[in-house]
Antibody, heavy 118, light 106 residues
Framework: EQLLESGGGLVQPGGSLRLSCEASGFSESNFAMAWVRQGPGKGLEWVSSISSSGANTYYADSVKGRFTVSGDYAGRSIYLQMNNLRTEDTAVYFC????????????WGQGILVTVSS | EIVLTQSPATLSLSPGERATLSCRASQSLNGFLAWYQQKPGQAPRLLIYDTSNRATDIPARFIGSGSWTDFTLTITSLEPEDFAIYYCQQRYSWPPTFGPGTTVDV
């Protein structure tokens, strides 16, 4: 059972980045997924969630209008398109899964670093 | 949004001792509270969900309790691998929120 993130890196303020998360080895056929981030030396902050069907998406106010979550459930992958990035978006981004869209997170990826800096 | 407050910020204990961590919510959660453990450089790990249910493979020394707005994570006898940061998280309403964390150190 594994969640594997990719796509992080260094980007200038105002730039864009797309994160990917691939799920593999899970026995459940349906599960919701989410992105949770952790700024340097800080706590956990929920960013976005997507329902198992992909029909429903949710965003933190801090990213609404700039970030878009989508899913490719044939391949069990989700994506986070991040536009108009700000320095305060610098964080490790974790992909996580759960039974419910508005739920706890029972599996996590190892995280990927996004650095927004000029 | 529901605000979660954790206390104490830091808990200094020794292996074998009992740890009691608190999480208080700004409104009732109907029991929808989870606890996570995070070690440096690692992803969080789910310990407890919906107040008192242990996640898969979590040892019995981790006990969750509470109701309404006040919740507790008890580690009955600390093992060396339990020294970490612990976060609570509510799923009662959008957005899901996390507490600021309690560090359990030696």
């Amino acid at each position: 059972e594994q969640l594997l993130e990719s796509g992080g890196g260094l980007v200038q303020p105002g730039g864009s980045l797309r994160l990917s998360c691939e799920a593999s080895g899970f026995s459940e056929s349906n599960f919701a997924m989410a992105w949770v981030r952790q700024g340097p030396g800080k706590g956990l902050e929920w960013v976005s969630s997507i329902s198992s069907s992909g029909a429903n998406t949710y965003y933190a106010d801090s990213v609404k209008g700039r970030f878009t979550v989508s899913g490719d459930y044939a391949g069990r992958s989700i994506y986070l398109q991040m536009n108009n990035l700000r320095t305060e978006d610098t964080a490790v981004y974790f992909c996580a899964k759960g039974l419910y869209t508005r739920g706890h997170f029972d599996s996590w990826g190892q995280g990927i670093l996004v650095t927004v800096s000029s | 949004e529901i605000v979660l407050t954790q206390s104490p910020a830091t808990l200094s204990l020794s292996p074998g001792e009992r740890a009691t961590l608190s999480c208080r919510a700004s409104q009732s959660l109907n029991g929808f509270l989870a606890w996570y453990q995070q070690k440096p450089g690692q992803a969080p790990r789910l310990l407890i969900y919906d107040t008192s249910n242990r996640a898969t493979d979590i040892p019995a020394r981790f006990i969750g309790s509470g109701s309404w707005t006040d919740f507790t994570l008890t580690i009955t006898s600390l093992e060396p691998e339990d020294f970490a940061i612990y976060y609570c998280q509510q799923r009662y309403s959008w957005p899901p929120t996390f507490g600021p964390g309690t560090t359990v150190d030696v």
